[in-house]
């Protein structure tokens, strides 16, 4: 299995620790006016999304964890997973949990792509792209005259997800959401 010295370490770097796949959040070389160098490492468990801080000497090693970032298709759900497709043409599917699915259960779409990590054949967690496309089912009517300036309600898309939206919007418009932040960024023409 490969490793990776601490003059390799970066941020987003999967590593196994402690038996358990883990991500580098943030890196810092410290050298002391007296003693060794070191690294400060934080890393967040893959499995229980636990954050913690390391320190590891100069030179030391640490093992490259076998995860891997894919773009699946979702396809759909069964209510108790969210299945998802690769997208090289191999066709082959995966059955993602709650967990795994975390947050990114409001952006979930049907056939559209999202960024899948997996862990010896499991997914470990899905991402959104940055920004979707989702149409309003409900929210209050717009008023003519209503501006981008003049205030926010509150609408529910597609998915479910509940988002603040310009007063001008109405049901059926298709919008553009940031999935970082959960907020309105424009109509879709």
């Known amino acids: 299995m490969a490793s990776y010295s601490t003059n390799e370490f970066r941020s987003g770097l999967k590593v196994m620790l402690e038996g358990d796949p883990c991500v580098i959040i943030e890196n810092e070389f410290v050298k002391p006016g007296k003693g060794q160098a070191f690294n400060r490492v934080k890393f967040r468990n893959l499995m229980s999304n636990r954050v913690w801080e390391r320190t590891f000497k100069s030179g030391e090693n640490i093992e490259a964890a076998d995860v891997m970032d894919y773009d699946m298709e979702y396809l759909y759900t069964d209510g108790e997973f969210w299945h998802f497709m690769m997208t090289d043409g191999s066709f082959e ?65 597609a998915t479910g997800a509940s988002v603040k939206v310009p007063l001008f919007i109405t049901e059926g418009e298709v919008l553009k959401i940031d999935t970082r932040t959960g907020e309105y960024v424009g109509r879709v023409k």
């Open 93 to 157: 599917q995966h059955a993602a949990s709650k967990e795994a699915v975390g947050d990114t259960i409001d952006w979930l779409k049907e056939q559209e792509v999202y960024s899948v990590t997996l862990y010896n054949g499991s997914p470990l967690s899905v991402s959104a792209p940055n920004f979707v496309e989702l149409q309003v089912i409900e929210t209050d009517p717009g008023l003519k005259g209503d501006t981008a300036q003049g205030g926010s309600k509150p609408a529910k898309l």
